[in-house]
T-cell receptor, first 120, second 112 residues
Framework: AQKVIQVWSTTSRQEGEKLTLDCSYKTSQVLYHLFWYKHLLSGEMVLLIRQMPSTIAIERSGRYSVVFQKSRKSISLVISTLQPDDSGKYFCALWELAANTGANTGKLTFGHGTILRVHP | EAAVTQSPRSKVAVTGGKVTLSCHQTNNHDYMYWYRQDTGHGLRLIHYSYVADSTEKGDIPDGYKASRPSQENFSLILELASLSQTAVYFC???????????FGAGTRLSVL
């Protein structure tokens, strides 16, 4: 079963609009982290947001924020005032301790990603 | 300036041939990872490593080997490349505490 679910595979918006990308996750661990990454057209994978359940999200820039609903196991990425450069593929990811050993492997489990196209 | 460098950036390989993808990091991180990305899938973990001279199997290790000769270097080896291994491959490093992965720019591999 998928642990990280991003419903949209592709979406298009106009420049200036606001966009919310949804992500839900499954974990039985108390300690976990959530991430939003952006895969740029250049190939680079950049970190946008790191969210821990007990802390305020760390934002990469003023236009990126998250709506974190811990009880619903949901973390949505909000991008305000879309620009054409926001086009790319957005991944939600989960880090958690290994269920069987409790060890920290450091590995992330990714959702399938959402391709965003922003039109001028 | 790039802290995680992958080479080559793209490669075309023939079925049955051997392919080696290289990754070098200057983050001084202990943890390194190889992921592959396919259309319709997220990034899936192939192999990872906590320390030099040791590697661990990820979620989809079949058909791949990994080598970590030093803290800075982590290679992914396809001994007998197959069509199904056509994908974009990402290397990443982490300090294992913040659990943030720092990625290379990816290698686009096409197996013909």
């Amino acid at each position: 079963a998928q642990k990280v679910i991003q419903v949209w595979s592709t979406t298009s918006r106009q420049e200036g609009e606001k966009l919310t990308l949804d992500c839900s996750y499954k974990t039985s661990q108390v300690l976990y982290h959530l991430f939003w990454y952006k895969h740029l057209l250049s190939g680079e994978m950049v970190l946008l947001i790191r969210q821990m359940p007990s802390t305020i999200a760390i934002e990469r820039s003023g236009r990126y924020s998250v709506v974190f609903q811990k009880s619903r196991k949901s973390i949505s990425l909000v991008i305000s005032t879309l620009q054409p450069d926001d086009s790319g593929k957005y991944f939600c990811a989960l880090w958690e301790l290994a269920a069987n050993t409790g060890a920290n492997t450091g590995k992330l489990t990714f959702g399938h990603g959402t391709i965003l196209r922003v039109h001028p | 300036e790039a802290a995680v460098t992958q080479s080559p950036r793209s490669k075309v390989a023939v079925t049955g041939g051997k392919v080696t993808l290289s990754c070098h990091q200057t983050n001084n991180h202990d943890y390194m990872y190889w992921y592959r990305q396919d259309t319709g899938h997220g990034l899936r973990l192939i192999h990872y490593s906590y320390v030099a001279d040791s590697t661990e199997k990820g979620d989809i290790p079949d058909g791949y080997k990994a080598s970590r000769p030093s803290q800075e270097n982590f290679s992914l080896i396809l001994e007998l490349a197959s069509l199904s291994q056509t994908a974009v491959y990402f290397c990443a490093s982490s300090d294992g505490t913040q659990n943030t992965l720092y990625f290379g720019a990816g290698t686009r591999l096409s197996v013909l």
